[in-house]
């Protein structure tokens, strides 16, 4: 018979500690703690399949869903529900998940199976994200919603922004297109101006106009991304002509 939750608590007290101080959380029950960081291949090893942390993961990417949602509804009350949708997604998703959890550290606290641990388990953003939702489910679990918002908050804060610029910059090309449609019926054209650079590091200098005059510039190690720069540039300047 394997170790069931209430013994790994006992034997892991000052792991389970030391990771409640870089969270800055104290937990009223560890168990909740303890089941959220452990990985079914290990509850598998030790024969308790059904210990693992998956219902709690279930739960916490609902809890992520509401509190990022509200925290964006009350940041930007100007923006609109389609762009809200997408900020959230680009923050609940797998890759800046697993992100936020290596900034606490928390593939080191991971209760693994061997085979697992053995193939880097440890910084797989699949079970970094997964072990990082299953820890907010713990928290929202153990303190309820308020508690599990300062949290959220604290972690995802210095976060927002930047991903906000990142969902505008990628979004300019379609956003210059609408306005340009709207005001004059037709569409911006990019032009490439340069590219330099070895194959596996060039760089694309591309414009984009609108009737042959040069509205903004951008360059990047892709085309894709050049143009979405410059269309970014052009909105900034057309933005500012206006006002």
Known sequence: MGMDIDSLVRSNKELLTEFEKIVEYR???????????????????????????????????????????????????????????????????????????????????????????????????????????????????????????????RLFVPAIESKKEEMLIADAKSRLQEVLQEKHNEGPVYRLDNEEGPSHKKVFTISVLFQDQVLGTGEARSKKEAEQRAASTALKSLKENEE
């Not at 529900?81 to 697993?98: K, Y």
């Open 27 to 153: 937990f009223t029950d560890l168990r909740l703690l303890q089941k959220a960081l452990v990985h079914s291949s290990f509850a598998f090893e030790q024969s308790q399949a059904g210990n693992n942390n998956e219902t709690l993961e279930f739960l916490g990417d609902a809890v992520l869903d509401l509190v990022v949602g509200h925290i964006l509804y009350k940041k930007y009350p100007e923006m609109r529900e389609g762009e809200l949708t997408r900020l959230r997604a680009a923050l609940v998703n797998e890759t800046h998940l697993a992100n936020m959890a290596r900034q606490i550290e928390l593939g080191e606290f991971i209760f693994l199976g061997k085979g697992e641990d053995a193939s880097h388990g440890r910084n797989k953003s699949s079970i970094l994200s997964c072990a990082f939702e299953a820890v907010i489910g713990a928290v929202f679990e153990d303190a309820g919603y308020a508690t599990v918002t300062e949290m959220v908050t």
